[in-house]
């Protein structure tokens, strides 16, 4: 049955390496200055929107900072530009922007859906992949040949 087959949860590997650190594993040795820098920004953007509050609409949450950490940024890049996008299209046509962001942005998620169903079937199925593109080892193992 293809419902068993192993497919690349990239949250779950995160969970795992995290219980691993708590059981003792070491942590790697850049990790520091990373946590420290992380939280510094983090930390100065309510810092931010209070001494300056014309910049509030440009400061992302720090909650949203906090996400994208969690999150690859095979999940993050794409939200990112898509949120580029939105603002760029509602900065030079407000009325369509008004009028259809809701349904263009509900026909990405569902197109989103639907395709990762079928990327999930056809990788569980082994169909060969028509390109290597973003493939790394954990993402495709074997699947490409570069």
């Not at 520091?32 to 920004?41: I, R």
């Not at 530009?81 to 990405?108: F, K, T």
Request: glycine letters at 8%; a positive charge; hydrophobic letters at 45%.
């Amino acid at each position: 049955f293809f419902f068993f087959s192993p497919l690349p949860l990239p949250l779950s590997s995160f969970s795992l390496k995290i219980k691993q650190i708590i059981n003792g594993a070491e942590l790697p040795s850049h990790l520091l200055p990373f946590c420290l820098g992380g939280g510094a920004v983090a930390a100065s953007l309510p810092v931010l929107e209070t001494w300056r509050p014309a910049l509030k609409p440009m400061l992302p949450s720090a909650v949203a900072f906090g996400i994208g950490m969690y999150l690859s940024a095979y999940w993050t890049i794409p939200r990112f530009l898509g949120s580029v996008a939105e603002r760029l299209w509602a900065r030079h046509a407000p009325q369509s922007h008004d009028r259809l962001m809701i349904v263009v942005a509900s026909g990405l998620v569902l197109g989103e859906g639907l395709m990762s169903i079928v990327s999930a079937v056809f990788t569980s199925q082994n169909v060969p992949v028509w390109t290597c593109g973003g493939c790394t080892p954990d993402i495709c193992p074997g699947r490409c040949s570069s």
